[in-house]
Every structure is written in structure tokens, then in C-alpha cells.
């Protein structure tokens, strides 16, 4: 076989390792416990760069590069994954010649995706869509947090239980109601930062745990609604941490568009419900408004329920009494939910085939190259 000459072996010193070019394939070198190996740099899972990634000893006692992106783990000496798994990275055979290192110009195993016999985001990949021309499902996402075991009374909750109700006697709509404090799922772990194509759809959380929680704030929002009515507290003049959360979780939504030019959210329609003892409801409102539209959401005219007693109502037991002893809160409750439902029942008009998103592009990224 065929060998190509790659670098000095005085460039891969013990315990190192790096990505070189070879022609136009790429390899990831390593030198660990005095053995030289090369494996296929892009990693098969998402294209990841295994020259980046760490070294770690498992519990079989080899080493294995962990990929910098999501996580996936090849032996060193064979590319094979751990114990369990049958996914292989291509390796390639290495010889030393006065004092360079050569590599073969074909891998002497191939590499090897396996087919894994259980897809859980399989909808989820194939964006199997369940709405239709004639459909009115309304989701309602509550970001208020408090004690599983010691339930209290929750203003923005309530009224949000309420504007689903409304939906379903006055227009005959379909609701679920998803409290983000039931479900359990990771943080945004940042892979956008390393690559952005390692913020991939499905979310590369998701593919690795198919029980994240996220995966039902993603089947409902992008899959199943038609509306999204989105309530939330305010926490220090801001919308709660666990709207955060999930807003970050959200990122793999818009970035297909960065990415593929592929919108996920079509024809939907969101509006909010803002509440709290302290000021800020135009702040809350505007970005959620912002990050909204930029995943693709259509914005109803007056579109959140804003309600504050302000600065100095410290008096928080009588916050729920005073919300809705409110007419304002009442009637407010009835005309968001119609002004939602009616924008709804336009835009499903709408060909969004070939939608225009006047967003960045990768493919526009060219300040780099002047």
C-alpha cells in the first residue's frame, strides 16, 4: 500500500495530538503510550474535529478522543466507540521513516455509521408536522417556577389557564398547557460556540437523550401548534430564569435558518402574558416579541397581557386577589386570545413555501475572507 509522507515525528511529540491535512482528506494524529495512530479527523456523528477534542481512559483501559462538539468517543488504536456501540471512525496505518511520519493512502478500516435500531426524535427529525388548514391548536407554555410539593397561587399560570379555556368554549380550539418546571432537561450546553454547525436539528441533547424534557417543548411548539400563548412572571425587571432555560434550548430552531435557510416555525402566531409586582412589562414584552419573531412567529396587534402593580407594592399577598379582582385582567385575558386566534385563522392562508428570512446566512459570512 501506499504511503504519503505527513510531518516530522518531532512535530507529534508523546502525549499530543493534532489535526494535519493529507491532500484533501483531513487526519487527526495521536501519540499516547508510545504508539502513533491517525484517524479520520471529521468525526461521522456531526463533522466535528477529533484533532480538538481530549483524551480520556475508559473503564476498559484504552484511550479514546472524545469529539469537541457532542461528545462521541473512538479508541485510538482501532477508531472503534465503546463497548455497546458499533460506530467506527476510519483509521489509517502509520510507519516512521527517518524520523517522518507516513500514513497510508487508504484507511485500513473503514469507517462505519451504525443504524441505530431506536430513533426516540424520529418525528422530531422529519418535522412530522400535525397541523393542517383546518386545525386551531393552542399551546400555552408557563415559565413561573415554585415548590413541586408546595404549590402556591400564580398569577401569570392562572391567567394562562384561563386564556386556554376561553380558547376552547369560544373558538372550539384544541389546548395543552406545558409548565416548564415539570420537566427535567440539560441546559444549552454551547456547541453553537464551538461550530456553528454543531447546534444541529434535531438538538444534539436531544439525540443523546431522547427523555430530555425539551423534546416536549419541541413536538408541541414546532409540531403541534398553531399558537403559542407563553406566561411568565417578572423576576428583577426580567421574564424567569427557566424562560431562559428553554429560550436557549430554542436556539437549535433558529439556527436552521442560519444554517439550511430551513424554517421549522410556519404559520404559527405567539402572544404573551407578562405579570409581576415589579415595572418592567414593555421590557419583558420587547424581547420576547424580538426572539419570536426571529424563530419565525407571527405577532397578533397588541399581543401580550401586561400587568404590574409596581415599584412599591410590597404587599405581595395581595397580588393574586388584586389580578384578578382586575377587569382590565379579564377582559385583557379574552381579547389576547381572540386577537391571536384571528390573526391564526389569516396567516394559515399564507404560502410560506418559499418564505423570505431577511436573517444572517452562513453562507453570507464572508467578512473573514475580506
Known sequence: MPYIPLIPISELPENSHKSVRCGKKSLALFHYRGIITALENTCIHRGGDLGQGVIQTLDDGELYVVCPWHGWQYNLKSGQA??????????????????????????????????????????????????????????????????????RPSTSETALQHALDFAASRFGAATKMIKIRDLNFRHCEGYYS???????????????????????????????????????PIRWGNASSLYYKMAERLNTVQNQITIHDKV??????????????????????????????????????FNFLGWSRGWIAEDTENNYNAFFKSRYVKRSVMELVTNTVQLVMQIKRMDVLHLQTPKPNISEAGSLAG
Not at 83 to 100: F, H, T
Not at 109 to 138: G, M, W
Open 82 to 151: 465503546p463497548y455497546g456501540y458499533k460506530d467506527r471512525q476510519a483509521l489509517y496505518e502509520i510507519i516512521v521513516e527517518n524520523g517522518m511520519l507516513l500514513v497510508s493512502e487508504e484507511p485500513v478500516t473503514q469507517a462505519f455509521r451504525a443504524a441505530h435500531d431506536i430513533d426516540a426524535v424520529s418525528d422530531l427529525r422529519n418535522l412530522e408536522y400535525q397541523t393542517s388548514e383546518k386545525s386551531l391548536n393552542v399551546l400555552g407554555i408557563s415559565t413561573t417556577n415554585m415548590n413541586r410539593d408546595l404549590p
Open 194 to 232: 464551538r461550530h456553528e454547525r454543531a447546534c444541529t436539528w434535531p438538538c444534539s441533547i436531544s439525540e443523546m437523550d431522547g427523555e430530555d424534557g425539551m423534546n416536549e417543548v419541541y413536538r408541541a411548539m414546532v409540531l403541534w401548534a398553531d399558537a403559542v400563548i407563553l406566561a411568565t
Open 264 to 301: 421549522l416555525i410556519k404559520n404559527k402566531v405567539a402572544s404573551f402574558i407578562i405579570t409581576g409586582g415589579q415595572d418592567n412589562v414593555q421590557g419583558v414584552a420587547g424581547n420576547f416579541n424580538s426572539f419570536f419573531t426571529d424563530l419565525g412567529f407571527t405577532l397578533p396587534p
